[in-house]
């Protein structure tokens, strides 16, 4: 059981509790049971748990399609194969999880693996098969082949198709897309729903019983970064603003092998091939994993961005490479169509030449403080999928876990709200919260340069490496920036977005600080050894950041 949370976080006049100004009596009202914001794989799964008595609805920033679910590539992890066992998935797990992970949390989690995959198979997923049984991938850190993948390397495609199209059938769901949460309504110490705005109705209020929260990363506060666009961590931000614990904001996980061409999207090459047997060399053709871990490419991810970014320094250039030469020309087109397809569009023909990779931001470890049923601290406000900190992943998630987190999160918070939810009584009453006007002072603020600037220095003083003095520094500039952005408003998603990177960028940086110790994906080359005596805890986010 986790401890209450304070009605909203004490915000500097500089932060105010809500992003933009409202008063009860010139927003439209909406009344739902249970509210989901977000609709990637948690959000999905957690609509699609909900009880069909109530009426819920799931409100999504842009179209329902974007979302980090969407574009995963390996698969999601599961123990299928009748070889393997539970106990070697928890202890993969464990292992990565640089000895901070809720240990009964990834037990519950691995054992209903085999559970949710067969959910999505019945809902219509497709997963890829091989005489008659689900193809199993091998990813690193992974001691067995237990990943299952669709269409070779676009999972998130396919499980997202099948999700859409059962939830869309559920009569009782309604689906707003093109809605950006601006900010959860609290009152009394409970959740009640939450702040909204489109382009066509502009701001209302939904009044929720029960609020689920599955609004994904934070990776575009980083300038090289796996993510979509809509990943700026407005989840996190407005869950801090309301009051809502969250915890490990330091455990910023970097892909160790994302496309590096100049021009091109930053697209990730799944660590599966990897698994099937790819090698990393730097420039000179140099095999150079051996070099830092026995287990070479298939350490886990934190080990090999590390050695590419060591190596990369040695060799004085800008990436490393993939090369799949040495493997089946028929194999390797057959099992990564969209990664072959993405290079060849740069002249890289993946069967014959070496393919530029660098480390980018692509999953965000902390969050908002969940327990097993994925209850925040916040009354009422629940959070499932990338937002959340369950404790599945400790300091370094396990490739694959996190499709699962979200499959077996959403479904824990669309039961339990649903319960909750129900034993309440209508009550179709808005209560008398408002949010004055602010001053619009000042000039007009060029947004595109400060996301930009943010973006670039986050990369450069928070990344990958940290010591005391860049992330001192970065938290100068920042500060800076939070003055004159923070204390503005914004009419439109821009300004909204930027306010939120700021805020996250302020969280990861205050933790990144305070954990003097190198664990798991958070390296501080100025204390870089794992300290068990001080540090073998989770971080909560301070209430004054
Ligand atoms: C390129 C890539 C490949 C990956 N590959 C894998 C993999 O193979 N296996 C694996 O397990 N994991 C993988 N991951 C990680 C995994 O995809 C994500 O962690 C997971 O999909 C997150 O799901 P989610 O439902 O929590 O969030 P998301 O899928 O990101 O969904 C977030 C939702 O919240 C909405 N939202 C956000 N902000 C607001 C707002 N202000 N108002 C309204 N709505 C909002 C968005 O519109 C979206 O609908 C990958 C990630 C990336 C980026």
């Known amino acids: 059981m986790l401890s209450a949370a304070s009605d909203s976080h004490s915000m500097t006049p500089a932060s105010p509790r809500y992003l933009v100004a409202f008063h009860p009596k010139r927003v439209p009202h909406h009344f739902v049971d249970v509210l989901i914001i977000g609709g990637g794989i948690a959000g999905l799964r957690a609509a699609l748990a909900t009880d069909p008595r109530l009426s819920v609805l799931v409100v999504t920033k842009d179209e329902l399609k974007q979302s980090n679910s969407q574009y995963a ?27 901070l992970c809720d240990r009964a949390v ?28 689900l193809q199993l991938g091998r990813e690193g850190g992974h001691s067995r082949h237990r990943v299952v993948h669709a269409l070779g390397d676009a999972t998130g495609k ?14 009782h769901v309604a689906i707003w897309e093109n809605t950006f949460t601006l900010d959860l309504l609290t009152h009394d110490g409970l959740c009640r729903g939450a702040l909204v705005a489109d382009e066509s109705s502009g701001r209302s209020a939904i009044w929720a019983k029960q609020t689920i929260l599955c609004t994904g990363g934070v990776g575009q506060i980083y300038r090289e970064t796996t993510n979509p666009d809509v990943a700026t961590g407005d989840g996190h931000a407005l869950a801090y603003r309301a ?39 730097d420039r000179t053709g140099y095999r150079f994993m051996p070099d830092y871990d026995e287990r070479a490419e298939l350490a886990p991810r934190d080990v090999v961005t590390r050695a590419i970014v060591m190596q990369m320094a040695k060799t004085r250039h800008p990436s490393v490479y993939l090369d799949v030469t040495r493997l089946d020309a028929d194999v390797v087109r057959e099992r990564f169509p969209g990664i072959a397809q993405t290079c060849s569009e740069f002249g890289i023909d993946i069967t014959k030449d070496q393919i530029p990779v660098r480390p980018g931001a692509h999953y965000m470890i902390g969050g908002v403080t969940v327990d097993q049923i994925g209850r925040s601290t916040l009354p009422r406000l629940w959070a499932a999928g990338e937002v959340s900190s369950s404790g599945l992943h400790g300091a370094n998630r396990l490739a694959s876990n996190s499709l699962l987190e979200g499959l077996v999160y959403g479904a824990h918070s669309g ?67 939070c003055r004159y952005v923070l204390s503005r408003q914004f009419d439109a998603p821009e300004g909204w ?48 950041i």
């Open 73 to 99: 590539q390996g698969g999601i992890a599961g123990v299928i194969d009748p070889a393997d066992r539970f106990e070697d998935h928890v202890t993969d797990t464990l292992k990565a999880g640089g000895a």
């Open 106 to 133: 990834v037990e519950m989690v691995v054992r209903e693996a085999p559970r949710r995959i067969c959910e999505l198979i019945e809902w219509g997923t497709h997963f890829d098969q091989q005489q008659g049984h």
């Open 158 to 171: 396919e499980i997202i198709r099948a999700t859409i199209h059962r939830v869309r059938q559920l009569p």
């Open 243 to 281: 009051g809502a614990e969250l915890r490990d904001m330091e455990f910023m996980q970097f892909h160790p092998t994302v496309l590096y061409i100049a021009g091109s999207s930053r697209s990730l090459i799944t660590e599966a091939m990897r698994g099937e047997g790819a090698h990393l060399v």
């Open 415 to 481: 039961e339990h709200a649903s319960a909750a939810a129900l034993e309440m009584a209508d009550d179709f009453r808005a209560e008398p919260l408002e949010n004055p006007p602010r001053d619009a002072d000042g000039e007009p603020l060029d947004l595109a340069d400060i996301r930009n600037s943010l973006k670039s220095l986050m990369w450069r003083f928070a990344g990958v490496e940290r010591t005391q003095d860049r992330l001192t520094e970065a938290r100068a500039s920042i500060e800076h920036w």
């Open 497 to 544: 977005e930027l306010q939120n990177m700021l805020t996250v960028a302020q969280m990861v940086i205050a933790a990144a600080l305070a954990r003097q110790e190198s664990r798991g994906v958070h390296l501080r080359t100025d204390f870089p050894k794992t300290d068990d005596e001080h540090w073998q805890r989770h971080l909560a986010v301070p209430a004054a």
